[in-house]
């Protein structure tokens, strides 16, 4: 159901049955999600006990208490800064690790938002809603992250360059760091293009580009609602899917009245979905030309650039990704007509769209799940 999708996210439900498919017993400590029963129950092979509201003080103490239920060995934390309800949280976060240490478990934590410390500026701070003086919401960060790491028995990113990060800007030993990168699934459900977007209401015959995720200010969605005007104008067949809801907290933030405008000016030509349920993840990608990541800021991994890569879909990705993908070809700077040409340009360019393609084959095949799987079950018997 809908309800279930949204206490348990694609990236959970990926990395849990992956490891599960290994002979691992998984149990997935997660949210109750909107009007869903807070009763446990199977994802396929794996036990899922919703415990905790998301924006709850109290969320990570529910957290520990639904551990304990689970009787593991292993807690595997997936940790976002604002994931489990905002400051205060995020402060008692690491006392809470430190009783499951206390008590014999082994803690290895996912941290999903590493930030190079510069990029918190006062747009950034503003964009995301956080209040204080720059220097200070900098420190706090940084201790904040920090108080994770040295909570857990090893840290997790998804990349190298984050791993740097986290040595040179936020003090971590590089001995507790684990790189696994995103899995990527060989085999998708996809349908075909043509009822994909038969479904969708998009021509056979347009070109379009896919923007997913989270609709979240870091990732350029101000810039990107700029350029579509003008990108529509230059290219007629060019349809825009925007796909992804933006988290309570971001709500004021997002331009929704911009949205809202382009939808009913361009309303047959920009495709706005609102939250995707995990079961529709497969038809999005399977109607879209490129998947379309202009962040201004990279924190983390990309779902869905794993994502684009398990579905043979070709990236175009401003030059933020850089640290993660260097060969990643047609890189932009994100800035309001930068977006514009960069679309325009992979539309007009056979060259480039082969060059993305084959980009992201060999990115598939290097970061299988089964394989990440194998590396993260390596990591838990070596804590």
């Not at 478990?105 to 747009?123: C, F, N, R, S, Y």
């Not at 960060?141 to 984050?162: K, P």
């Not at 992804?244 to 361009?266: C, F, M, Q, T």
Request: with cysteine; proline share 7%.
């Amino acid at each position: 159901s809908d309800s279930r999708d949204s206490a348990l996210n694609w990236y959970t439900r990926r990395l849990a049955g992956a490891i599960a498919s290994q002979g691992v017993e998984v149990s997935v400590v997660a949210p109750i999600g909107d009007g869903a029963s807070p009763l446990p129950w199977q994802d396929g092979n794996v036990a899922v006990i919703p415990c905790y509201r998301r924006g709850s003080v109290i969320a990570p103490l529910n957290m520990i208490t639904g551990a304990a239920k689970t009787r593991a060995e292993i807690i595997h934390v997936q940790h976002e800064l604002f994931a489990y309800g905002g400051l205060a949280t995020a402060t008692v976060l690491p006392f809470c690790l430190r009783h499951l240490r206390r008590r014999g478990l082994k803690v290895l934590t996912t941290i999903h938002g590493v930030i190079a410390l510069d990029t918190i500026t006062p747009e950034f701070i503003r964009a995301n809603r956080i209040t204080g003086p720059i220097r200070g919401v900098r420190y706090a960060w940084r201790q904040l992250i920090r108080n994770v790491a040295l909570a857990s028995d090893a840290i997790h990113v998804h990349e190298r360059y984050l791993r740097d990060l986290l040595i040179e800007q936020y003090s971590i030993d590089g001995h507790v760091i684990r790189v696994i990168p995103m899995g990527i699934d060989i085999k998708t459900n996809a349908p075909p293009r043509e009822l994909a977007r038969a479904h969708l209401g998009i021509p056979p015959d347009a070109e379009v580009a896919l923007f997913f995720g989270y609709l979240s200010t870091y990732k350029g969605l101000a810039e990107l609602l700029a350029d579509i005007p003008t990108t529509l104008a230059r290219r007629s067949k060019l349809h825009f899917l925007l796909a992804g809801d933006a988290p309570a907290r971001l709500r004021k933030a997002i331009d929704i009245v911009e949205l809202s405008r382009l939808s009913r000016v361009y309303g047959d030509r920009v495709h706005i979905t609102g939250f995707v349920p995990d079961r529709t993840i497969p038809q999005l990608f399977a109607a879209a030309d490129v998947l379309l990541l202009p962040y201004t800021v990279v924190m983390s991994a990309s779902g869905p650039m794993a994502l684009a890569a398990s579905h043979g879909l070709p990236v175009l990705l401003s030059n933020k990704f850089s640290g993660s993908y260097p060969a990643a070809p047609g890189m932009f700077v994100p800035e309001r007509g930068r977006i514009a040409d960069a679309v325009c340009s992979f539309f007009q360019d056979p060259a480039l769209q082969a060059a993305s393609r084959e980009f992201v084959r060999k990115l598939s095949a290097e970061r299988a799940w089964p394989e990440v799987a194998t590396a993260f079950i390596d990591a838990y018997e070596n804590l």
